[in-house]
């Protein structure tokens, strides 16, 4: 008998539950083919509840989140709440506080799905986005003073220290390694700008790089030259790491090369402890309930989970199923276009693996 996990789930607003419906539908398919347990703790943390009793993340939420094996979150977003408060009450609070320092985001072209970019097809657009997920801008330090006056000061400091770089950085290197293809690494910054941060990045690249990675091809690009070569030269990409910021943007382009928020999936992790796998895409509340949207990437983010959990053969099969369908059914992955409804998909998926 394989082993249990225990999986806490966070459908969360919008279309978020249809998608984590259709990969806990995976994932039992997969467990039962692979010979593991899952069971799974629903919690409704979420616009939903934020309304009705005006709580974000209750305090026992975070130790109570930190027992289980891994977390799936479906999406955080609500027409009815003002940006931000749900994003950072729920989200960012759980990345920080549970100190899933790497954010995972691997841009892949399946077979079959339409690229935006000319002349570019899976043997291209392959490679992993290692984003820095505690630090940056996103830290909340900074402030606003004579809010609503002609004179009113906003900051918002990009805030990193070595550890936190050094951490993320490693990481990067040793997913270079384990994933053994070109064996690049490509830190991306903007060193002839933010001279203080990716300064500190970039000696810190270097040193741990030329000391304990000498097998790992460094490079160096400006955030801004990243795009235009995700676009123009994907194929040069092997992992690239960066900040929380600059990484945030370039997965959601990166996203939209490899067909769109249908199919990105990430995972929040934290080596040591417990991890958070999510779509990309958001809570998309004009689609939620029709059954229309497509939810590969949630079932790719739990298939990147149990990849986590060290259950490769499970998460190949997820792979390969997804694969079979962009290959073979699904032409357009976007909401309503997919000629198949939400559960039909995970119904494909499901009986593939
Ligand atoms: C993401 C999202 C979040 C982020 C938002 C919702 C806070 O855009 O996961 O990429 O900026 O990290
Ligand atoms: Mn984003």
Not at 145 to 152: F, L, R, S
Not at 305 to 313: A, C, P, S, Y
Request: one cysteine or more; aromatic letters at 10%.
């Amino acid at each position: 008998m394989g082993k249990s996990y225990n999986i806490a789930v966070i459908p969360g607003d919008g279309t978020g539950p249809e998608v984590v419906r259709e990969a806990r539908k995976v994932l039992s398919a997969a467990a039962l083919k692979f010979g593991f347990g899952i069971s799974y703790h629903e919690f409704d943390f979420g616009g939903d509840r934020y309304l009705r009793t005006g709580e974000i993340l209750p305090d026992s939420a975070v130790g109570e989140l930190r027992k289980y094996d891994s977390i799936l979150l479906g999406a955080i977003g609500h027409p009815d709440v003002r940006p931000g408060i749900l994003e950072k009450g729920i989200l960012l609070r759980l990345r920080f506080e549970l100190d899933q320092y790497i954010n995972l985001r691997p841009v892949k072209l399946y077979p079959g799905v339409t690229t935006p970019l000319k002349n570019k097809g899976p043997e291209d657009i392959d490679y992993v986005v290692v984003r820095e997920n505690t630090g940056d801008v996103y830290t909340g330090s900074g402030g606003v003073i004579m809010k609503g006056t002609p004179d009113e000061v906003a900051i918002q400091n990009m805030v990193y220290t070595r550890f936190q770089v050094d951490r993320c950085l490693r990481y990067a290197f040793e997913y270079a390694r384990k994933r053994n293809r070109k064996k690049i690494l490509a830190l991306c910054g903007k060193t002839n700008v933010l001279t203080y941060v990716f300064d500190l990045w970039e000696r810190a690249f270097h040193e741990i790089g030329a000391s304990e990675y000498p097998d790992i091809k460094r490079e160096y690009y400006h955030v801004d030259a990243t795009c235009m070569w995700m676009v123009k030269n994907p194929e040069w990409f092997d992992v690239i790491v960066t900040g929380n910021m600059f990484g945030d943007i370039i997965t959601d382009l990166g996203a939209i090369t490899q067909g769109g928020m249908g199919i990105a999936a990430g995972g929040n992790i934290n080596p040591e402890g417990v991890s958070m796998f999510e779509p990309i895409g958001g809570s998309a509340p004009k689609y939620t309930g029709k059954n229309v949207i497509n939810p590969l990437a949630a079932i790719c983010s739990g298939g990147m989970m149990l990849e986590h959990l060290g259950e490769d053969k499970a998460a190949v099969a997820i792979e390969k199923a997804v694969m079979d369908i962009t290959a073979n059914k699904i032409r357009d992955l976007s909401a309503g276009k997919m000629g198949y409804g939400t559960a039909e998909v995970g119904d494909l998926v499901a009986e593939r693996v």
